[in-house]
């Protein structure tokens, strides 16, 4: 397979100025007609034409008019084009109903939907499919189906055809149009200049009831986007569609999302709380590439972060804005740990803006999104709120309809601000994740913090340079008042010192407060010190943290030492969940464990080999006296989950039932499951009654109600995927391989869809124990259907290769069942481009 640098980048030698472009649908037989306009492009000097093309019939093509015969390849073809401007039309059949890979223009139950994002648009028709080629787009859908949609506004319409036009030059990765038999939920809204914009959300008949929620976050975006960005809504309509058979959460086509139905569609009964907060963060993460992403997009792939790490950051700061600031910032930690730090810490890693791929479908990965995102938050807390509002401004202003980098991004800083970003951007450059070692002294009413940082070797960079890295930090006095308030120290060498004068004594530290860089802190403090900061940090998240490390701490000595559940831990945590003056959500935070994952990679840190067992029966000794030790809390905490009035998502209740149900799981294991059976008998809403489900699962019960979760909710696909999840993700270590195998002998495995897929095999690769099970069962389950799936559908097996990223960690045993295992994989004939590139990155 071929490499792409980003250092060869060259313009195309062509700019398009229109596209027209004619659907004449047929499942195994679309034929598309595009008409382009095409004019040399002044700035670039490769004048070649060629048009990307994949999977395409070609059935004729003209420039100007007359017939000409291009030189077609796998890829695309070359044609001679004029040194003026031309008029290039051709005509193309594609077979939809055939392609499973769900990129480009495919069905899913009778329904016609595309997914161009990246590569996509080239198995549609003819064009230079690269997101610095932007025009305007007029598409006409003939179709006997009584739902036709593309971007932009609706321009015309009659019996079994539509038209669609947008005004808006945009790449081809935001080209859609869909087509089935749908239903809308509508509504308005009218923008702060009082334009009046349509909005549809679009299901399937049947799904209707699950419309509201996200109509209403759609709405919440829309103000949001304009009282914090300035950023107005700029069509007449704002379509979504639901899909079932979707590779990702949800697609930002310019006026028409498309999303996976598992990201839009939500009610009390089938979804839980955090579905409808992940369903309000993507309604809103999508919504916000209109501006950031679609208005100013990409000039190449390798700026993809441009676009996602900004619209990551918005999403956050909009989650944290309409629910809990801190809430939200511990779980976009937990999630950044338990998903980024494995692939910037292993063979995966790579830059925020890599700089060589074989395939771009392998880099929508956490380090692009959320490190990216992470990045964009380091920016602002180094320039503060006001230098970022008028960056941002002046971004918007500067680059409204371009295709951008990263170095006019970071410009934009250096103008708005006046700061100097040299040394910044390594955090685009640079991969892997700092590590900061902290050392102290006190002498004479001075306190000095002594940082240093280094980041070790990751694939292609042996040698790392220091980066500029904000540490928020505050110091506590002895008697837990804060004597000096949060403070960025800005730490751009290797090592440096860092004093603060007068104080009366020995502060006690707080570092990184809000998790203020995407770095791992290593800290000698002492677990009475941690439990100082978990009862008295005036900052959410490092009190959250301190909760944390002792967690880890006592973990690890468990697992190394045999040692005994910490009394400073257990003692801390009680005075915690006794406090009522706290969120239930925070407190509910507090009593999550680092997960076994996590774990593992903290042993293979300090130079242990990890036992997946020995962390398994650590963590349930821990939770065992966790029980133990709040008995007395428990059955108030659990209470909060009965909450007055209609079941709401918001905040607050949901924050409720978190707390109620982590309560009610260490009650399981003090009572068998009993007050668990009997809550799921009695549970109106998909929380409770999942959590229940859990509870029993983990207490190895619950037969009967998985039979009768079964028969209530056999029809509902959404509800169903996480039947399949649940059994696998909670099945004890020893049974978790003939569990996943089981399981998929089921009727209702459907494996070509992603949801399902995911719901059974990702739940496999995050049961670590269960995973990494001694016989190698595990792995050999999941290789299995990674060979099956990858020709049916190589974007989604590729990522879930991933679930082997971490293979260097564990015992030779283990690694040499995994390595014939990658190596089978990638023996399998006709292994894609896709899958074929991860295999061969992990094998390292
Ligand atoms: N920009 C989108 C990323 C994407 C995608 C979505 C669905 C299917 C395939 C895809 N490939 C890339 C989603 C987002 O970040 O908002
Ligand atoms: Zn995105």
Not at 338 to 358: C, I, K, M, T
């Amino acid at each position: 397979p071929t490499t792409i640098y980003l250092k060869d980048y060259t313009p195309f030698g062509y700019i398009v100025d229109s596209v027209h472009l004619t659907f004449d649908l047929a499942p195994h037989a679309t034929r598309v007609k595009s008409r382009i306009s095409f004019r040399p492009n002044p700035e670039a000097t490769d004048t070649t034409f060629f048009l990307h093309g994949e999977n395409l019939r070609l059935i004729r093509a003209s420039i100007d008019g007359a017939e000409v015969t291009p030189e077609v390849t796998g890829g695309g073809l070359f044609a001679a084009a004029p040194a003026a401007p031309f008029v290039w039309e051709a005509e193309v059949e594609i077979d939809p109903a055939n392609n499973t890979a769900l990129e480009g223009l495919y069905m899913s139950n009778g329904m016609y939907c595309t997914q161009c994002e990246a590569e996509g648009f080239r198995k549609i028709t003819y064009y230079p499919d690269r997101p610095d080629v932007m025009s305007t787009f007029t598409v006409r859908i003939n179709g006997d189906l009584p739902v036709l949609l593309s971007n932009g506004n609706p321009t015309g319409s009659g019996e079994g055809w539509a038209e669609w036009t947008d005004p808006w030059p945009k790449p081809a990765y935001l080209f859609a149009l869909v087509a089935g038999d749908l239903l809308a939920h509508s509504d308005s809204y009218i923008t702060r200049s009082g334009r009046e914009v349509a909005l549809n959300l679009w299901v399937r008949p049947g799904d209707e009831g699950k419309c509201a929620f996200g109509m209403e976050a759609l709405k919440k975006s829309m103000k949001w986007d304009e009282d914090v960005y300035g950023r107005e809504y700029d069509l007449d309509v704002f379509n979504i569609v639901a899909v079932d058979d979707f590779n990702m959460g949800a697609m930002e086509n310019k006026g028409l999302n498309i999303f996976n139905s598992a990201a839009v569609l939500a009610s009390p009964e089938t979804s839980t709380d955090a579905n409808f907060e992940r369903i309000e963060a993507i309604i809103a993460h999508e919504y916000f590439h209109n501006w950031t992403g679609n208005r100013i997009t990409c000039r190449d792939w390798f700026q993809l972060c441009l676009k996602e790490g900004l619209t990551v950051f918005r999403d956050a700061q909009f989650t944290s804005d309409v629910r809990s600031a801190p809430v939200e910032r511990i779980r976009d930690v937990i999630d950044l740990r338990a998903r980024q730090f494995p692939e910037d810490n292993g063979p995966l890693s790579h830059p925020v803006r890599p700089e060589s791929f074989q395939e771009i479908n392998n880099f929508y990965t956490a380090t692009v999104y959320e490190k990216g995102a992470e990045v964009i938050g380091m920016l602002k807390r180094l320039v503060g709120d006001d230098g970022y509002a008028k960056a941002l401004d002046l971004y918007f202003d500067r680059h409204d309809g371009q295709a951008c980098t990263i170095e006019d991004w970071l410009k934009v800083f250096e103008d708005a601000t006046g700061r100097d970003l040299g040394q910044f951007q390594r955090w685009y450059s640079q991969a892997g994740t700092p590590r900061i070692k902290v050392e102290e002294a006190w002498a004479d009413g001075t306190y000095t913090l002594t940082l240093s940082q280094s980041t070790p070797p990751t694939p292609g960079q042996p040698q790392k340079h220091p980066q500029v890295i904000p540490v928020a930090v505050g110091l506590l006095g002895p008697n837990g008042d804060e004597v000096r308030p949060t403070e960025i120290l800005e730490l751009t060498e290797a090592r440096q010192s860092f004093t603060f004068q007068g104080l009366a004594a020995k502060p006690v530290p707080s570092i990184l407060r809000g998790f203020s860089a995407p770095v791992i802190l290593d800290q000698d403090s002492t677990p009475a010190q941690r439990a100082f900061l978990l009862a008295h940090d005036t900052d959410p998240f490092n009190r959250w943290e301190a909760g944390r490390s002792l967690a880890s701490d006592t973990l690890l000595k468990m697992v190394t030492q045999d040692a005994a559940p910490d009394a400073d831990y257990l003692d801390g945590l009680l005075a915690v969940l006794r406090d009522d003056g706290l969120d239930p959500a925070y407190r509910a935070l507090m009593l999550d464990l680092p997960s076994q994952s996590e774990l593992a990679a903290m042993l293979h840190d300090r130079g242990v080999t990890p036992d997946p067992m020995a962390i398994w029966t650590a963590v349930e000794t821990l939770r065992q006296a966790t029980a133990q030790h709040m008995q007395d809390v428990l059955p108030r905490l659990h209470s909060q989950s009965q909450v007055d009035g209609p079941y709401s998502p918001d905040a607050e209740q949901s924050g409720k039932r978190a707390l109620g149900s982590a309560a009610l799981a260490l009650i399981s294991r003090q009572d068998g499951g009993a007050q668990a059976a009997s809550e799921y008998a009695r549970a109106d809403n998909m929380t409770l009654q999942l959590s229940a489900l859990s509870c029993l699962l983990k207490a190895g019960k619950g037969e009967t109600e998985l039979a009768a979760y079964y028969d209530q909710w056999r029809d509902d696909r959404l509800v169903m995927d996480k039947w399949f999840g649940l059994q696998v993700a909670l099945a004890s270590p020893d049974r978790t391989p003939q569990i996943a195998r089981q399981l998929t002998q089921h009727a209702d495995f459907n494996w070509k869809n992603p949801n399902r897929f995911r719901a059974l095999m990702g739940s496999l690769a995050m049961n670590h124990a269960g995973f990494h099970h001694e016989s190698g069962a595990s792995y050999a389950l999941l290789a299995d259907w990674l060979i099956r799936l990858d020709p049916v559908n190589p974007q989604t097996t590729a990522r879930m290769c991933s679930a082997f990223q971490t293979w260097k960690r564990y015992d030779a045993g283990r690694q040499a069942m995994i390595r014939a295992q990658l190596e089978r994989i990638a023996s399998a004939p006709d292994l894609s481009r896709d899958t074929t590139e991860m295999i061969s990155r992990i094998l390292g």
